[in-house]
Nanobody, 124 residues
Framework: QPQVVESGGGLVQTGDSVRLTCIAS????????LGWFRQAPGKEREFVAA????????NYADSLEGRFTISRANGLNEGYLQMNSLKSDDTALYYC?????????????????WGQGTQVTVSS
């Protein structure tokens, strides 16, 4: 079955850096867009970053102000989200997702396969 699994979250302090990893299996990962979304308690799920199948095109939420970097290693069926200078408002459950709808890649509805989420908690 198609599956994506996130890892790398945990309890960190303000200013720390964390790299989240997404491992895909059961589908042709290299043909899918990769997206990262997050959901904080009491809030809607929001777009974080996206990368096209080849890695040539990347997109980020404006509010991240250049602190996050999305990347992928298609030969390993893996995707990554590097998060630097973490703030308390980065605290959320982070989801990795894969989808084929290129023009919907900035929205959750554009993705087909979702991971279970990995929690990132940033303490002040």
């Amino acid at each position: 079955q198609p599956q994506v699994v996130e890892s790398g979250g945990g309890l960190v302090q303000t200013g720390d850096s964390v790299r989240l990893t997404c491992i895909a299996s059961g589908f042709s990962f290299k043909d899918y867009n990769l997206g990262w979304f997050r959901q904080a308690p009491g809030k809607e799920r929001e777009f974080v970053a996206a990368i096209s199948w080849s890695g040539a095109v990347t997109n980020y939420a404006d509010s991240l102000e250049g602190r996050f970097t999305i990347s992928r290693a298609n030969g390993l069926n893996e995707g990554y989200l590097q998060m630097n200078s973490l703030k308390s408002d980065d605290t959320a459950l982070y989801y990795c997702a894969a989808g084929v709808r290129y023009f919907q890649r900035l929205k959750a509805a554009g993705y087909d396969y979702w991971g279970q989420g990995t929690q990132v908690t940033v303490s002040s």
